[in-house]
C-alpha cells in the first residue's frame, strides 16, 4: 500500500486501513476463480456494511451469507440485499418474531435448518399463522473414510443423501416452511491451507486428503440434490468457500458459492497454493515504551483470531520489516513487544504495521475503517461502530 503513513499521517493510532484497489482485486480475482457461478457474499468475514455492499456491487457477488438472524433482518431493513441466507441455525426467538412479522423480510431469507427440532423451536417461536418461512437444509460435508474418523467441521448430522431426502420429506411435510435450498460447505477444503510454510509433510497430507474428500463430497452433494429436488423444487444449492471455488464450481449440482475472506486477504490464506490474495486490510499500533535495546513495545494489539490456538492465529508485524513477536508475550491485551534489528529505529509515537490471521474479527475490534482509494481517505463505521455486534 504505497504512502500509506503519509496519507494516514493525521490519524492516531490503533486504527485499521482498507486498501480499495487490494479489495476490489481480490474481488475480481474472486469472480475469475468461481468461473461463472454466483458468489454469495459471507458477511461475518467483512462485518462492514459499506464493504459489503462494494462486493454485491462487483459483477459476479449475488446475495449475502449471513451468520445471525439479526444481523440478515438489520442488513435487509437497510436495503442492502433481498437475498440472504442465515448460514448457522438460530434460537434467537425474539429475531425469528421480527422475521415473522414482515413480509417482506420473510420473502427474502432463508433459514439454515438440519432437524425437525429447528422446526418445532421456530412453530413455539412464532406459531403457525405466519408468511412460510424459507429454510435452507444444511448437509455435513465432512469426510469419513473410516467408521468414526471425522475430517472436517462438526455440523448438520445430516450426511447421506438417504439422510437428505428424509430431512427434506420432513420439512415439506410441514404447513409455514418452503424448502428452498440445500447448503454444503465444505470445511475441511475451503479453511485449511494447501501450502502451509516450513511444513512439506504436512502439505502433502493435506493436499491428499483434500483430493480424497473432494472427490467424495462431489459424489455425495450430486446424490444428495438429487435426492431433495426430488420434493422440492430448489432455489439454489450453495456450496465452496474463498479456499476451494475452483474446485466446487466443478460441480454441476452445485449453482452458487460463498465466499468472503478472500476480499480481505489476511494471514491465514497465505498457505494456499491455488491463489494469492492481495492483504486489502492492515492496522497500525503505535510506540509506547522502548525497554532495551532492539525491543519496542507496542500499545494493545491482542487480536487473536479464533480456532485452534496456534502460531497461524497470532497477528503478523509486516512493517517495518524485520520484527516479531516475542514468545513469552505475544500480541498482549494491552501492550505487544515486537523485537528485532528494525525496533532499533523505532522511536515514541511510531508506528507497527499488522496484518490479522482472519477476516472478519478485526472489524470487531474498531468501530472505524479508514478507505484509502488511490491518495484519497474516507471513514466508514465497522458492524461495531454502527452499535452492532452479532456474537
Same mark, same amino acid.
Given at each position: 500500500m504505497p504512502r500509506i503513513d503519509e496519507i494516514t499521517s493525521e490519524l492516531d493510532p490503533p486504527f485499521a486501513v482498507v486498501d480499495l484497489d487490494a479489495f476490489d482485486h481480490n474481488a475480481a480475482d474472486l469472480v475469475r476463480r468461481a468461473a461463472g457461478r454466483p458468489i454469495r457474499v459471507a458477511t461475518k468475514s467483512v462485518r462492514c456494511r459499506e464493504l459489503l455492499g462494494r462486493a454485491l456491487r462487483t459483477p459476479?457477488? =449475488?446475495g449475502l451469507m449471513c451468520y445471525s438472524l439479526a444481523e440478515a433482518?438489520?442488513?435487509h431493513r437497510e436495503g442492502l440485499s433481498d437475498d440472504i441466507l442465515v448460514a448457522y441455525p438460530t434460537v434467537d426467538r425474539g429475531a425469528l418474531?421480527?422475521? #415473522?412479522?414482515?413480509?417482506? #423480510?420473510?420473502a427474502a431469507i432463508a433459514l439454515v435448518v438440519d432437524s425437525p427440532e429447528h422446526l418445532d423451536l421456530i412453530d413455539d417461536a412464532v406459531g403457525t399463522t405466519r408468511p412460510d418461512i424459507r429454510l435452507c437444509l444444511e448437509v455435513d460435508a465432512s469426510w469419513r473414510p473410516l467408521p468414526g474418523l471425522h475430517i472436517g467441521t462438526r455440523r448438520s448430522p445430516v450426511h447421506s443423501a438417504d439422510q437428505a431426502r428424509r430431512a427434506a420429506a420432513t420439512i415439506v411435510r410441514r404447513n409455514g416452511f418452503q424448502l428452498?435450498?440445500?447448503?454444503?460447505?465444505?470445511?475441511?477444503? #475451503?479453511?485449511?491451507?494447501?501450502?502451509?510454510?516450513?511444513q512439506p509433510l504436512r502439505a502433502a497430507l493435506v493436499r491428499w486428503l483434500q483430493r480424497r474428500s473432494a472427490a467424495e463430497l462431489a459424489e455425495r452433494r #450430486?446424490?444428495?440434490?438429487?435426492? /431433495?429436488?426430488?420434493? =422440492?423444487?430448489?432455489?439454489? /444449492?450453495?456450496g465452496g468457500g474463498t479456499g476451494s471455488l475452483e474446485r466446487t464450481t466443478a460441480e454441476p449440482a452445485v449453482t452458487e458459492l460463498a465466499a468472503g475472506s478472500g476480499l480481505i486477504g489476511p494471514s491465514l490464506f497465505d498457505a494456499?497454493?491455488?491463489?494469492?490474495?492481495?492483504p486489502a486490510v492492515q492496522y497500525a499500533l503505535p510506540v509506547v515504551h522502548r525497554p532495551a535495546p532492539r525491543i519496542a513495545t507496542l500499545f494493545g494489539g491482542g487480536y487473536l483470531a479464533s480456532g485452534p490456538p496456534g502460531a497461524d492465529r497470532v497477528p503478523v508485524p509486516i512493517r517495518p520489516r524485520g520484527l516479531r513477536l516475542t514468545s513469552t508475550e505475544g500480541a498482549g491485551e494491552v501492550q505487544t513487544p515486537v523485537v528485532g534489528p528494525a525496533a532499533d529505529r523505532l522511536r515514541l509515537g511510531d508506528r507497527v504495521w499488522f496484518r490479522h490471521a482472519k477476516a472478519g474479527e478485526l472489524a470487531e475490534r474498531f468501530t472505524h475503517y479508514h478507505l484509502i482509494d488511490g491518495g484519497r481517505l474516507t471513514t466508514v463505521p465497522t458492524y461495531r461502530g454502527e452499535g452492532r455486534s452479532f456474537g
Open positions: 459476479g457477488f =449475488a433482518l438489520w442488513l418474531r421480527e422475521l #415473522a412479522a414482515d413480509p417482506a #423480510a420473510a428452498v435450498g440445500v447448503m454444503v460447505y465444505e470445511g475441511q477444503i #475451503a479453511g485449511i491451507g494447501d501450502a502451509p510454510a516450513g #450430486a446424490a444428495v440434490v438429487r435426492e /431433495v429436488r426430488a420434493l =422440492a423444487p430448489l432455489e439454489f /444449492v450453495n494456499y497454493r491455488a491463489f494469492q490474495p492481495r
